[in-house]
Nanobody, 120 residues
Framework: QVQLVESWGGLLQAGRSLRLTCTASGSIFRIITLAWYRQAPGEQRDLVASVSDGSTNYADSVKGRFTISRDSAKNTVYLQMNSLKAEETGVYYC???????????????WGEGTQVTVST
């Protein structure tokens, strides 16, 4: 079993910063990719940023403002969000692709999501 625990989001004003944290625990052999997704009300879940083996990928709308990083020793991924905008309000989900034991296939795991509300 694998569990993903996300930090609390929050309510903050536009232009402020927030750091999200997600830690994976349980049966983990190797993590391939860690990512954050956002789902706004009535919208689909979209990729915000991902990190895998040192390479990062960002949605165009957050480039230069958001930074994703990982602490492999702690099985933790961070999302530093600066200069937040009201349209970035939504539920942020942590996503991890990992193998639980050697020889097992890689599987996709999701956190429960954390609400981030950005007010104007």
């Amino acid at each position: 079993q694998v569990q993903l625990v996300e930090s609390w989001g929050g309510l903050l004003q536009a232009g402020r910063s927030l750091r999200l944290t997600c830690t994976a625990s349980g049966s983990i052999f190797r993590i391939i990719t860690l990512a954050w997704y956002r789902q706004a009300p009535g919208e689909q879940r979209d990729l915000v940023a991902s990190v895998s083996d040192g390479s990062t990928n960002y949605a165009d709308s957050v480039k230069g403002r958001f930074t994703i990083s990982r602490d492999s020793a702690k099985n933790t991924v961070y999302l530093q969000m600066n200069s937040l905008k009201a349209e970035e309000t939504g539920v942020y989900y942590c996503n991890v692709v990992l193998a639980s034991t050697c020889g097992r296939p890689y599987m996709n795991y999701w956190g429960e999501g954390t609400q981030v509300t950005v007010s104007t």
